[in-house]
C-alpha cells in the first residue's frame, strides 16, 4: 500500500485549508476550506480544482470555519457526492454557517450584475444555497473517541481540539498489508486553561503529524483578559460614546458575551446593553444548548434562565432592528460580524460609526493580511466601504490576546505529549514567518528529523508498501 499527499491549501497561509490524500485506490481530502485575505488567495477559489473532483472519496472536516468548510459547496457543485465526516457540533454549524456563506454569493452576484463592475456579462456565485444543502445532506456525524470505519482499510478517530464548538483533532488509521499507520491532523488547535472549551486533547503517537502554527512564532501570555476588558471597555464607555465590536459569529462573540456577562455581575463594568447584531451569531449561541457534551458552560452560570441568557444582552436578527442601532449614541456595546471586517452588518455600523470621535472601534480577532480590519488597525485614514472612501475618527484599540488559537508555548506544549518524534511533520496554516517559527522549534530545540514547510500544491510520498 502507498500513501501519499498533496496540499491543496493552508501552505505558508493561514486559510484555504485541503489536504488530498490518495491512499492506494482510496482518496481522501481532509478539510475543505475557503482560501480569504489577499486577492491572489482569493482568486484559487475559483481556479479549477487541482484534482479530479470525481475520484475524491470522502472528505473528513476538523472544525466549521469557513477556512476549513467553505469550499465544500463549490465541491459539491463540481461533482462530489460521497460521504463527509465532522462531529455533531460541527454537523449544526455548517448548517448555520455554508448557508449564510450561500446566500452572500448569491447577493454578491446579484450586486455585481445589476451595478455592472463584474468583468463577466452574467456573474455567478461561487455557489448557491442548493449547492450548500445538498452538503448537508452529505454529513455523517460522530462524537469524540470513537472509531470510524470509512474504508475496508482506512479509519478515522476524532479527539477534542479545543478550537471552536466541536472542533477536533484528526486521527487518520491505515492498515496495510503489512503494517498499520497513523496520521495525526492537528486542525486548529485551542488553548489551554480557556473558558467554555476544554483545552486540546492529548495525542502520544503518531507516524505522520500535521500541525497547524497560527501563532507559531508568537505569544500571547501575560494577558489577564478580565482585568484588560475591564479596562478597555470602562476606558470606551468613558468617552460618552458607543463601542462596537468586529467579533466572529462563531467562537469569539460566545467568548466575549462570557466575559461581558462576568463583568457585568461582579459590578466591573456598567450595566450598559449589549447587542448582538448578527444573525449567525445568535444561532451559533443557541447551539451551545444543544451541544452541552461540547462545552464546560453550565446552564446556571450568570443570570437569567440559561447560556448567554442575561438582562443586559440584546439580540437582534432582523434588518431594522440593525438600523435602529445608529441611533444610539452613547452607553452601549454592539458586537456584530464579520470579525476582519469583510462582510456582514459590521460594514454598516463601521460606515455610520468610524466618523464618530467618541465612539471606540475595538478588535479583539486576528486581522487577516489584506482585510478591511488589518487596514485599519494598521492605521489607514480612512476605510473604503461601499464605494465611499469613510474617513476615521474614531478611536481605534485592541486586546490581543483572545485568539482561539494555541499560541507558540501552548503549541509547544501540546507537541511535547509525543513521545517520539514523527517520520515526517508538516507545518501548515500559518503565515510564512510563524511556521518557519515553529519548524526551527521543532528541529533544533525537540531534534526532530524531517520537518517540512509544504507549498502549495506540493505533494509528498508518506509511505511505500506498508
Known amino acids: 500500500m502507498n500513501v501519499r499527499v498533496k496540499f491543496l491549501g493552508a501552505a505558508q497561509t493561514v486559510t484555504g485549508s485541503k489536504f488530498l490524500f490518495e491512499i492506494d485506490n482510496f ?41 476549513h468548510s467553505g469550499y465544500l459547496p463549490r465541491l459539491v457543485k463540481n461533482g462530489f457526492s460521497g460521504p463527509i465526516y465532522c462531529t455533531s457540533a460541527t454537523a449544526g454549524l455548517l448548517e448555520i454557517m455554508l448557508l449564510d456563506a450561500a446566500k452572500l454569493q448569491e447577493e454578491e452576484a446579484e450586486f455585481a450584475r445589476k451595478k455592472g463592475y463584474s468583468k463577466h456579462k452574467s456573474p455567478e456565485p461561487l455557489f448557491t444555497t442548493e ?90 501570555n501575560g494577558l489577564n483578559a478580565l482585568d484588560t476588558f475591564e479596562a ?42 449589549i447587542y448582538i447584531d448578527s444573525p449567525m451569531a445568535i444561532s451559533t449561541t443557541e447551539l451551545y444548548s444543544r451541544y452541552p457534551d461540547y462545552h464546560t458552560l453550565s446552564h446556571d452560570e450568570f443570570e437569567g434562565k440559561g447560556i448567554f441568557d442575561h438582562p443586559s444582552i440584546k439580540y437582534y436578527r432582523s434588518q431594522e432592528s440593525s438600523i435602529n442601532l445608529n441611533d444610539v449614541i452613547s452607553n452601549a456595546i454592539i458586537i456584530s460580524a464579520s470579525g476582519m471586517c469583510t462582510g456582514g452588518r459590521i460594514l454598516h455600523h463601521l460606515y455610520h460609526r468610524l466618523g464618530r ?25 480612512t476605510s473604503r466601504i461601499f464605494g465611499i472612501d469613510v474617513k476615521i475618527k474614531c478611536h481605534v484599540d485592541v486586546i490581543n490576546g483572545l485568539s482561539a488559537h494555541a499560541d507558540m508555548s501552548e503549541l509547544h506544549t501540546w507537541l511535547d505529549n509525543f513521545s ?12 510564512t514567518a510563524n511556521s518557519l517559527a515553529l519548524a526551527h522549534h521543532l528541529r533544533m530545540t525537540k531534534g526532530w528529523d524531517n520537518v517540512y514547510l509544504p507549498n502549495y500544491l506540493e505533494s509528498f510520498e508518506l509511505f511505500r508498501g506498508i
Open 357 to 381: 470621535k467618541n465612539d471606540t472601534l475595538l478588535f479583539v480577532g486576528y486581522q487577516a493580511l489584506g482585510t478591511r480590519g488589518r487596514r485599519i488597525l494598521d492605521g489607514e485614514p
Open 232 to 273: 478597555k471597555i470602562n476606558q470606551g464607555l468613558g468617552r460618552n460614546g458607543c463601542i462596537l465590536i468586529p467579533s466572529f459569529a462563531v467562537g469569539r462573540t460566545q467568548l466575549l458575551l462570557y466575559y461581558l456577562q462576568k463583568l457585568q455581575s461582579e459590578d466591573r463594568i456598567p450595566k450598559v446593553p
Open 27 to 67: 482518496t481522501l481530502l481532509v478539510d475543505c476550506g475557503l482560501f480569504q485575505g489577499l486577492k491572489e488567495y482569493r482568486l484559487r477559489n475559483w481556479d479549477e480544482f487541482p484534482h479530479d473532483i470525481a475520484s475524491i472519496d470522502a472528505v473528513i472536516l476538523t472544525h466549521a470555519h469557513i477556512d
Open 131 to 220: 449547492n450548500a444543502l445538498e452538503v448537508l445532506s452529505l454529513l455523517h456525524t460522530e462524537n469524540y473517541n470513537h472509531h470510524v470505519q470509512i474504508d475496508s482499510k482506512v479509519s478515522i478517530q476524532f479527539q477534542d481540539a479545543g478550537h471552536i464548538l466541536g472542533s477536533a483533532i484528526v486521527e487518520l488509521l491505515i492498515k496495510g498489508t503489512n503494517q498499520n499507520k497513523k496520521i495525526t491532523l492537528s486542525g486548529d488547535l485551542g488553548r489551554y486553561n480557556q473558558p467554555i472549551l476544554n483545552p486540546p486533547s492529548a495525542i502520544a503517537t503518531t507516524d505522520i503529524l500535521f500541525v497547524e502554527s497560527t501563532y507559531g512564532g508568537r505569544d500571547n
Open 420 to 431: 517520539d518524534s514523527p517520520k515526517m511533520t508538516f507545518v501548515v496554516h500559518g503565515e
